[in-house]
């Protein structure tokens, strides 16, 4: 079964080619998906990471058979986490980049592991991108609903540490669980963030009950407005997705400057 994949439906607005290197994921967030598109018991997929089946030899062989080139990147990762607890000791996400990047592939990091990522600095050059999804400036209501992932100061300290070494930094504000918080979060983090990515909160009616009630009647034409009025203030590069986008009577999406796929 082939690692590198091509991505369809809101996954395809964020990037083109993916690669999941582990099941399961021990952030354990809320929101997450995960469970439900691999099919997997929610206990299973949340508390039994695994790295997947010789998964570094199927890299391998997807890779060398893609044309090299730095403009493409392949996305680590959508339904799972590169650097989630058992990367400290398996280093899997290390020796995937080194991969990758032998095949002339860039790599596109999305993670909420926070200083884990940073271990791999030393190995991503200009034509790489790392990034981590942000959803509450608040840790205590981050570690409610992502009870695993690295706080959200240490998510936007890696930012920071990584635009300082000249790599291209990117945000994925998806989920949009509180749009004050996500508005916050644009404001302190534009400075080291040369992409937003904005997406809206799928999948509600499968949240537990008691936190489906702190996500009623969310006004989305408003917080798309007030996104791009925001965006457009700092003079940052961004995408509103089409989820979003199509409340303010722009389904196909906003894009403002250069869009990494």
Not at 33 to 52: L, M, Q, S
Not at 56 to 82: C, M, N, Y
Not at 163 to 180: F, K, Q
Request: proline share 5%; charged share 30%; net charge neutral.
């Amino acid at each position: 079964m082939k690692v590198i994949y091509e991505t369809s439906g809101r996954a395809r607005e964020y990037f083109e080619l993916a690669a999941n290197l582990y099941t399961g994921c021990d952030h354990a967030c809320v929101y997450c998906y995960g469970a439900d598109v691999t099919h997997k018991d929610p206990k299973e997929f949340f508390g039994k990471a695994r790295a997947r089946d010789g998964v570094l030899r199927q890299l391998q062989k997807d890779a060398a058979r893609l044309p090299g080139s730095e403009a493409r990147h392949i996305l680590l990762s959508f339904v799972t986490d590169p650097y989630q607890p058992l990367e400290e000791e398996l280093k899997i996400t290390r020796r995937a980049i080194q991969i990758l990047q032998a095949e002339v592939l860039s790599v596109a990091i999305l993670t909420k592991g926070g200083f884990r990522a940073t271990r791999d600095f030393d190995l991503l050059t200009n034509a790489d991108l790392f990034g981590v999804t942000l959803t509450f400036m608040d840790p205590k209501r981050s570690r409610t609903w992502e009870p695993g992932a690295a706080l959200p100061i240490d998510r936007m300290k890696s930012l920071d540490d990584a635009h300082e070494r000249g790599i291209m930094t990117w945000v994925s504000l998806e989920p949009v669980i509180d749009p004050a918080e996500s508005l916050a979060l644009i404001e302190a983090t534009a400075k080291f963030v040369d992409i937003f990515k904005v997406g809206i909160l799928n999948y509600t009616n499968k949240l537990p009950r008691e936190f489906q009630d702190q996500v009623r009647g969310i006004d989305w034409p408003k917080f798309a407005q007030d996104a791009v009025k925001l965006l457009d203030r700092l003079g940052a590069n961004y995408y509103i997705k089409k989820d979003p986008a199509r409340h303010i009577g722009r389904p196909e999406g906003i894009q403002k400057g250069v869009l990494i796929k």
